[in-house]
């Protein structure tokens, strides 16, 4: 079969089309800035959050506990906190459950050889100057926890090669290994702040 002259050239072309958007399917979601009409703050939260889980095989299969947490950038006037906002949410239906949800603090987050205490600052972004939800878990009405961070610490987990976080629940250690593996945009986020971008 004879090919027209222009058609050498589609097949690589084809090949490059479809790397390129093999590229922009594996691209991290870029950090989002707003203005926040409520708190008067200009605010930049990461594109996608770290979505650790905890499953519960006694109680039953692929039923599991999750830990959401999403980093954040609050610049009031100048002044710039970093966060990670916190959200415990579960597919463990209420019922089954013997033990409530671990509470927001004491937790660790174990990134590599180094183990960070997040310290609790509130329940709600808007102690933080977030007027609006980061990330909160789709169809669940968790509540916000808010723990105080430094840049430099959100550029050792987002560089970290493991983590994981555990929460204590009634004297028992909870470890919830990561689940969705969103440190690309983790990553994006800190050199955005940083002004490496």
């Not at 093999?22 to 800035?33: F, M, R």
């Not at 983590?163 to 969705?180: F, I, K, P, Q, R």
Request: hydrophobic share 40%.
């Amino acid at each position: 079969m004879s090919r027209a002259p222009g058609d050498k050239g589609r097949p690589i072309l084809a090949a490059l089309l479809a790397l390129a958007s093999v590229a922009t399917l594996a691209a991290p979601k870029g950090p989002q800035e707003y203005l926040d009409e409520d708190t008067a703050a200009t605010i930049t939260v990461v594109g996608e959050p770290l979505v650790f889980a905890c499953p519960h095989p006694e109680l039953a299969a692929n039923v599991r506990d999750y830990l959401t947490l999403a980093a954040g950038a609050v610049n009031r006037n100048g002044r710039l906190t970093y966060v990670l906002i916190g959200y415990y949410w579960s597919t463990l239906d209420p019922r089954l459950r013997h033990e409530p949800q671990p509470p927001a603090e004491p937790l660790t987050l174990q990134a590599d050889d180094r183990r960070i205490q997040l310290s609790l600052g509130g329940h709600t972004a808007h102690e933080a100057g977030i007027g609006m939800p980061v990330h909160a878990p789709p169809g669940s009405n968790a509540t916000p926890n808010v723990y105080g961070v430094d840049l430099a610490t959100l550029r050792f987990i987002g560089e970290a090669r493991h983590l994981t976080v555990v929460a204590e629940s009634g004297g028992t250690d909870l470890t919830y290994d990561l689940w969705e593996d969103r440190r690309p945009a983790l990553r994006a986020f800190v050199r955005h702040m940083n002004g490496e971008d």
